[in-house]
């Protein structure tokens, strides 16, 4: 369950100098939907995608008719109203062939079937666990959606095909489908994979990296969260929680602080790894959340943890004509837990948006943009502070924009007795 997952994965409880002054701002905050009646889902986990249509779209981990999560869909009346449509229910229950409690954003394909992956469910080997699927859901007349489920990882011990999805998903130009498992594959720590899809309706996966080499002491990497990032010339992006070569990060387990990566197909249909950077907490820790790149082809990404403070980075990755990669820390997050754990986004002028899921005056997070100024230094400029039932909590998943500018998020209400979750809108 995503509330004990949090705790493992986010409840792991400096010479890197900061160049950011910080503002304080409010934003136009409105909440366009409050979840609370369990059928129609709780605890939205996940972020938003849009439609060509500006509907929005979203998962909860939990709620639904048997309490495994939902698929949602938000359609606007035109009067600043929005209403909340259920695609589908998942279950909750053992055997749930048809997969249960999904994280992660959607995805949609170029015939509007919208893709995901649950983080349980599945097929269930030698009455072990369910292990998590990548579902598709396919749009019928009425309204209706159907789901037909793609890969069900692990269909007998060992996992070497990965198991438990727990990031977005992400398409290339072919139609293949990309994403990583938190655990499972060749060392038990994690796969990226591929679902390549075929003439009859069926999918084949491959397994494209398998973390934690134990030759190398999980130097590559270990437990990969999040999803990926494609650049220009289909190499693919991303962090893992733990591995690398930085100790340093507390006696936990492995003792190290996580790393970025890519991979790079070769003419064989294998990819290789490398690693781009390595934290060692004074630069970050534990990168729970995906990358972004700029129109320069830099990376960014945030960390739970580490920094001047210890309480998360934004950190700017540079490429370098001999192939290295340059980290730099655009904004150390105050001595305040934060937990800036969402992948941020870019807006067109440059600036740069993204979430902390704790922070503010009652520890339930904010939503916040960073400006990019002279010589390097960033503004912090907090647009929106949750505050508890009333205005939402924990704001797991980053924000998206609309064409005008404008935030759309979720907050999963799940730290104490904070409501089941909601959906906002913020005009900065």
């Not at 999803?227 to 930085?246: C, H, M, P, R």
């Not at 972004?292 to 960390?303: H, I, K, P, Q, S």
């Not at 939402?392 to 799940?414: E, F, H, K, M, R």
Request: charged fraction near 10%; aromatic fraction near 12%; include cysteine.
């Amino acid at each position: 369950m995503l509330r004990r997952h949090i705790s493992i994965v986010l409840g792991l409880a400096l010479t890197v100098a900061s160049t950011v002054v910080t503002a304080l701002a409010a934003g136009n905050y409105k909440i366009l939907h409050r979840f609370g009646n369990g059928e129609r889902g709780i605890s939205p986990e996940g972020g938003l995608i849009f439609d060509s249509s500006g509907n929005l779209y979203g998962t909860t981990f939990y709620g639904g008719t048997s309490d495994g999560g939902t698929v949602f869909e938000l359609v606007s009346d035109g009067d600043g109203r929005w209403i909340q449509k259920v695609l589908h229910d998942f279950c909750s229950d053992t055997g749930c062939a048809k997969g249960e409690y999904p994280l992660g954003n959607l995805v949609f394909d170029a015939s509007g079937n919208l893709y995901g992956a649950t983080m349980y469910g599945g097929i269930e080997y030698g009455g072990g666990g369910e292990n998590g699927l990548v579902f598709e859901l396919i749009p019928g007349q009425n309204g209706i959606w159907t789901e037909k489920v793609i890969h069900a990882f692990c269909p007998q011990s060992p996992c070497f095909d990965g198991l438990n999805p727990t990031g977005s998903l992400v398409f290339d130009a072919a139609g293949n489908l990309y994403g990583t498992t938190s655990y499972g594959g060749a060392h038990g720590q994690g796969v990226v994979f591929q679902l390549v899809p075929g003439a009859s309706g069926t999918w084949t996966e491959n397994v494209l990296y398998s973390f934690c080499n134990p030759h190398i002491s999980c130097r590559d990497g270990a437990n990969p969260q999040p999803g990926l990032v494609f650049d220009s010339a289909g190499n693919l992006y991303g962090t893992t929680w733990v591995g690398g070569e930085s100790a340093g990060c507390r006696g936990r387990y492995p003792n190290t602080c996580g790393v970025v990566f890519e991979l790079t197909p070769q003419n064989n249909r294998q990819w290789t790894e490398r690693v781009l950077h390595a934290f060692n907490y004074h630069d970050g820790a534990y990168p729970f959340a995906g990358l972004v790149f700029d129109g320069a082809g830099n990376l960014y990404g945030t960390t739970p943890y580490g920094g001047a403070f210890g309480s998360g980075v934004v950190f700017e990755l540079v490429p370098g004509a001999d192939g290295s990669w340059a980290e730099n820390i655009i904004h150390h997050f105050d001595a305040v837990p934060h937990l800036p754990a969402s992948t941020p986004v870019f807006d067109n002028a440059g600036n740069l948006y993204g979430t902390a899921l704790r922070g503010g005056g009652q520890n339930c997070g904010t939503v916040f943009k960073l400006t990019p100024g002279q010589n390097g230094v960033w503004t912090q400029t907090v647009l929106h502070t949750f505050t508890g039932p009333d205005t939402g909590c924990g704001p797991l998943a980053g924000v998206i924009l609309d064409s005008a500018g404008n935030l759309y998020g979720t907050a999963s209400g799940n730290y104490g007795s904070d409501g089941d979750g909601l959906v906002y809108e913020i005009t900065p």
